[in-house]
Nanobody, 124 residues
């Protein structure tokens, strides 16, 4: 059974940094694409960053230059380094792992495995 668990969220002040982690268990290796999504209260879920099977990355325009996605295949873990955080980054951040190679470019689809999320709160 595949399990996806996020960690690393918290409360920081504007301009601060956080590093999110997403650990995937129940798979032998990370063969497909993975991504971070976020949802703020009253807003739709949006893609933040994704990393494809080949290591190609994609970012939402709002986080380019501030966030960096990476993964450690040996640890079945994906990371999101978030720098220069702003209050508008406040949201629940969730990790998605594709089922096999079922991806949309570098992005996992809604039919992926999802974690429960980790809350990020940025105060001004």
């Amino acid at each position: 059974q595949v399990q996806v668990v996020e960690s690393g969220g918290g409360s920081v002040q504007s301009g601060g940094s956080l590093r999110l982690s997403c650990v995937v268990s129940g798979v032998r290796y990370l063969s497909g694409c993975m991504g971070w999504f976020r949802q703020a209260p009253g807003k739709e879920r949006e893609g933040v960053a994704a990393i494809g099977r080949s290591g190609s990355t994609a970012y939402a325009d709002s986080v380019k230059g501030r966030f960096t996605i990476s993964k450690d295949n040996a640890k079945n873990t994906m990371y999101l380094q978030m720098n220069s955080l702003q209050p508008e980054d406040t949201a629940m951040y969730s990790c998605a792992v594709s089922r096999g190679d079922y991806c949309s470019g570098s992005w996992p689809t809604p039919l992926s495995y999802w974690g429960q999320g980790t809350q990020v709160t940025v105060s001004s």
